[in-house]
């Protein structure tokens, strides 16, 4: 059973930066793929970044040039870089990791404001 804990989430103003932050009770190593996710109120919880074991990343048309992916050395933390926030980047971000037996496990997510 992997533990997902995410940090880093705040009010911020719009062109301001945050970065995210996810710790992990094991690596990465074992998991397909890892990254975030977030939800606004009223939608669905959508993918914002993700990295696969092969080391692709995939990241939302919406994000593409602001957002960056990354993990630690030991591989149990990844991070997630924003910048340049908008006010529709206003969601909880949730951190997520896909096991090989297609299992997906979360955090509990963090609220990310952006006031315009």
């Known amino acids: 059973q992997v533990q997902l804990v995410e940090s880093g989430g705040g009010l911020v103003q719009a062109g301001a930066s945050l970065t995210l932050s996810c710790t992990a009770s094991?690596?990465?190593?074992?998991?397909?793929?890892f990254g975030w996710y977030r939800q606004s109120p009223g939608k669905q919880r959508e993918l914002v970044a993700q990295i696969t074991r092969g080391g692709s990343s995939n990241y939302a048309d919406s994000v593409k040039g602001r957002f960056t992916l990354s993990k630690n050395d030991v591989g149990n933390a990844i991070y997630l870089q924003m910048n340049s926030l908008k006010a529709e980047d206003t969601a909880v971000y949730y951190c997520?990791?896909?096991?090989?037996?297609?299992?997906?496990?979360w955090g509990q997510g963090t609220q990310v404001t952006v006031s315009s």
């Open positions: 094991e690596t990465f190593r074992g998991m397909v793929a």
């Open positions: 997520n990791a896909l096991s090989q037996i297609n299992r997906s496990y």
